[in-house]
């Protein structure tokens, strides 16, 4: 009446060892292909931003050289040129100034806990 088991337990163990293996090597491989996949959209919204920093840094150009087209109606090629060369650098020096008041004021703060 009391027959055998038709496997024994070592047996079932060793093919619950191997089924976990395979589970565990296919959750790697689906994480794995998950993380390639956001790196491939991460690129992407990268290579867009570059792009449009680059048009507005264009734009930008267009902006001064339209300004120094019109003061140069003005005051002439060398002041115009001297007018808004450091018109331009005392906004850029502006921003620089806020964009260190602002590093300063995160250094003082110290790291988020």
Known sequence: MDQPPSERIGELLGRLVEDARETAKAEV????????????????????????????NAAVISLFVGLLLIVQQQLGPIWATIIVVFGTLAVAGL????????????SAKGPVK
């Open 95 to 106: 921003f620089g100034w806020l964009a260190l008041r602002h590093v300063r004021r995160l």
């Open 29 to 56: 491989g689906l994480y794995k292909a998950q993380a390639l996949n956001f790196v491939g959209e991460a690129k992407l919204v990268g290579v867009y931003g570059v792009v449009a920093l680059l048009l507005v």
